[in-house]
T-cell receptor, first 114, second 113 residues
Framework: AQSVTQLGSHVSVSEGALVLLRCNYSSSVPPYLFWYVQYPNQGLQLLLKYTSAATLVKGINGFEAEFKKSETSFHLTKPSAHMSDAAEYFCAVRRNTGFQKLVFGTGTRLLVSP | KAGVTQTPRYLIKTRGQQVTLSCSPISGHRSVSWYQQTPGQGLQFLFEYFSETQRNKGNFPGRFSGRQFSNSRSEMNVSTLELGDSALYLC????????????FGQGTRLTVV
């Protein structure tokens, strides 16, 4: 079975500050890991993915994440927050096979203040 | 390349009715998955179709069903609607096989009254 835990349902930062959104996973097989962002009344947009290549993954909009097997973590970071980053962020895990079922965390809402 | 298209975007139905939602995947993608998103339960997997075959199903009652056509377009159907079925239904498209990422549509917001 696979699962994802996102610590903190809400994270508040000031514009220009570091963004750190935490994700820990559990998987009985080597996982694929993803971060998605969701704006109000929108679908999910893929930010980045880990698929067993480089452990430090760079995504869109300046986000990156590091896969740490020993800590079963895949935290999302961005050096400098922008007002447009305010949204809900979801970490997801799936098996590294052809099946496409994603298991999502509960999400973290990022609030950015001026 | 066009993205994943879900229709309709918004829907209001009455308890006991049935509803059909549609999803057109990215051209060339053969896998379509459906998810339900609610404030209480979050994002939950409904089912996945690949080449017209359901190959994975989540823990939902039999009122929830789906199908995929030969052009990879997919529909999901919910019969005997309940208030608790009110949710954002998201469709995800993937190449399947070794393809790693899923691309989501804008979703269909279903409200059951």
């Amino acid at each position: 079975a696979q699962s994802v835990t996102q610590l903190g349902s809400h994270v508040s930062v000031s514009e220009g500050a570091l963004v750190l959104l935490r994700c820990n996973y559990s998987s009985s097989v080597p996982p694929y890991l993803f971060w998605y962002v969701q704006y109000p009344n929108q679908g999910l947009q893929l930010l980045l993915k880990y698929t067993s290549a480089a452990t430090l993954v760079k995504g869109i909009n300046g986000f990156e994440a590091e896969f740490k097997k020993s800590e079963t973590s895949f935290h999302l970071t961005k050096p400098s927050a922008h007002m447009s980053d305010a949204a809900e962020y979801f970490c997801a895990v799936r098996r590294n096979t052809g099946f496409q079922k994603l298991v999502f965390g509960t999400g973290t809402r990022l609030l950015v203040s001026p | 390349k066009a993205g994943v298209t879900q229709t309709p975007r918004y829907l209001i139905k009455t308890r006991g009715q049935q509803v059909t939602l549609s999803c057109s995947p990215i051209s060339g993608h053969r896998s379509v998955s459906w998810y339900q998103q609610t404030p209480g339960q979050g994002l939950q997997f409904l089912f996945e179709y690949f080449s017209e075959t359901q190959r994975n199903k989540g823990n939902f009652p039999g009122r929830f069903s789906g199908r995929q056509f030969s052009n990879s377009r997919s529909e999901m159907n919910v019969s005997t609607l309940e208030l608790g079925d009110s949710a954002l239904y998201l469709c995800a498209s993937s190449g399947g096989g070794s393809s790693t990422e899923a691309f989501f549509g804008q979703g269909t917001r279903l409200t059951v009254v």
